[in-house]
Nanobody, 116 residues
Framework: QVQLVESGGGLVQPGASLRLSCAAS????????MAWYRQAPGKERDLVAS????????NYADSVKGRFGISRDNAKNMVYLQMNSLKPEDTAVYYC?????????WGQGTQVTVSS
């Protein structure tokens, strides 16, 4: 069983930055693949970024490449999403996800709203 808790969302203006955090339970966190997804109203939940267990491999959606950065701190059981140059189209609920023994675990999500 894995529990994921996101934080750090909020209302910001276009061009601003935010850092999302995801706290994970479990002693085997350093072996977890981790990812951030987002879901805008009326749209599907899409992958934003992912990071390998050791942190050496990352992957980004084309829409966020060069603006967002995913990282992790295995000593603290944390994964982060640094979001820069935010755009109104980044507005969504952002979710943290992992997969363990073929079971998907999701956090409850944190709202990010980019608006002037």
């Amino acid at each position: 069983q894995v529990q994921l808790v996101e934080s750090g969302g909020g209302l910001v203006q276009p061009g601003a930055s935010l850092r999302l955090s995801c706290a994970a339970s479990g002693r085997a966190f350093s072996r977890y693949y981790m990812a951030w997804y987002r879901q805008a109203p009326g749209k599907e939940r899409d992958l934003v970024a992912s990071i390998s267990a050791g942190g050496g491999l990352t992957n980004y959606a084309d829409s966020v490449k060069g603006r967002f950065g995913i990282s992790r701190d295995n000593a603290k059981n944390m994964v982060y999403l640094q979001m820069n140059s935010l755009k109104p189209e980044d507005t969504a609920v952002y979710y943290c996800k992992t997969i363990l023994r073929n079971i998907e675990y999701w956090g409850q999500g944190t709202q990010v709203t980019v608006s002037s």
